[in-house]
């Protein structure tokens, strides 16, 4: 990736906007019908990776991000602006979708877990580890042999996580998909599990698949 900092802000913005917009955005509307919030969350996440991808690295998540941090593969700085675009994308289409629709429906958009914070947290962590991982071996490792259908992998491994893990928490595997429908709604009950649960999964799967898979490759860091 160039150094076009502007560039790929703006497109982890459009990324970032377009899940929590059409996820949460379906969770909203279509109640308890957990294929069509499955399918909603992973064809905008496999189609955003394909567009974006190959200017940003097509990440959308803060638990992503910290991943990369922790594998040297982007620098503390880009971290930083990537936080900063992807909580605010989120937050700006939680505004839009909570303007859009009355606010019982918009409850629907905001993750909740039904198991307990405990298990909760277990479960973001588990989710948010396969995607992170299915991130590496698509589009991070060079050996990888389906690396141009990267954002198909990926959105399929969010489809298959929210339909095992939505009517259990929302299965956000997003620090982002849970902040921005929390702040506009003002619900934070049991919040944490979206934060911390994900931050552990997606950092334990990074490094993981770097140590065990990725050590003798020399991957610089993007500024």
């Given at each position: 990736?160039?150094?076009?900092?502007?560039?790929?802000?703006?497109?982890?913005?459009?990324?970032?906007?377009?899940?929590?917009?059409?996820?949460?955005?379906?969770?909203?509307?279509?109640?308890?019908?957990?294929?069509?919030?499955?399918?909603?969350?992973?064809?905008?996440?496999?189609?955003?990776?394909?567009?974006?991808g190959h200017i940003s690295g097509g990440?959308?998540?803060?638990?992503?991000?910290?991943?990369?941090?922790?594998?040297?593969?982007?620098?503390?700085?880009?971290?930083?602006?990537?936080?900063?675009?992807?909580?605010?994308?989120?937050?700006?289409?939680?505004?839009?979708?909570?303007?859009?629709?009355?606010?019982?429906?918009?409850?629907?958009?905001?993750?909740?877990?039904?198991?307990?914070?405990?298990?909760?947290?277990?479960?973001?962590?588990?989710?948010?580890?396969?995607?992170?991982?299915?991130?590496?071996?698509?589009?991070?490792?060079?050996?990888?042999?389906?690396?141009?259908?990267?954002?198909?992998?990926?959105?399929?491994?969010?489809?298959?996580?929210?339909?095992?893990?939505?009517?259990?928490?929302?299965?956000?595997?997003?620090?982002?998909?849970?902040?921005?429908?929390?702040?506009?709604?003002?619900?934070?009950?049991?919040?944490?599990?979206?934060?911390?649960?994900?931050?552990?999964?997606?950092?334990?799967?990074?490094?993981?698949?770097?140590?065990?898979y990725l050590r003798q490759l020399q991957?610089?860091?993007?500024?």
């Amino acid at each position: 990736m160039d150094d076009n900092v502007l560039g790929r802000s703006v497109a982890e913005f459009i990324g970032t906007f377009t899940l929590i917009f059409i996820g949460g955005g379906a969770g909203a509307i279509s109640g308890h019908d957990i294929v069509a919030v499955a399918l909603a969350n992973g064809l905008a996440i496999g189609i955003m990776v394909s567009n974006f991808g190959h200017i940003s690295g097509g990440l959308f998540n803060p638990a992503i991000t910290l991943g990369f941090l922790a594998t040297r593969r982007i620098t503390p700085r880009l971290a930083v602006i990537y936080w900063i675009v992807q909580f605010g994308a989120a937050v700006v289409a939680a505004g839009i979708l909570r303007w859009l629709v009355h606010k019982p429906a918009f409850d629907g958009a905001i993750p909740t877990a039904s198991i307990g914070a405990g298990r909760g947290f277990v479960l973001e962590a588990i989710l948010t580890f396969f995607l992170v991982t299915a991130v590496f071996a698509t589009a991070v490792d060079p050996r990888g042999a389906f690396k141009s259908i990267a954002g198909l992998a990926i959105g399929l491994t969010i489809t298959i996580d929210v339909l095992f893990g939505g009517p259990l928490t929302g299965a956000a595997m997003n620090p982002a998909r849970a902040f921005g429908p929390e702040l506009i709604g003002n619900v934070w009950s049991q919040g944490w599990i979206y934060y911390l649960g994900p931050a552990l999964g997606g950092v334990v799967a990074a490094i993981g698949y770097d140590r065990l898979y990725l050590r003798q490759l020399q991957v610089p860091e993007t500024s």
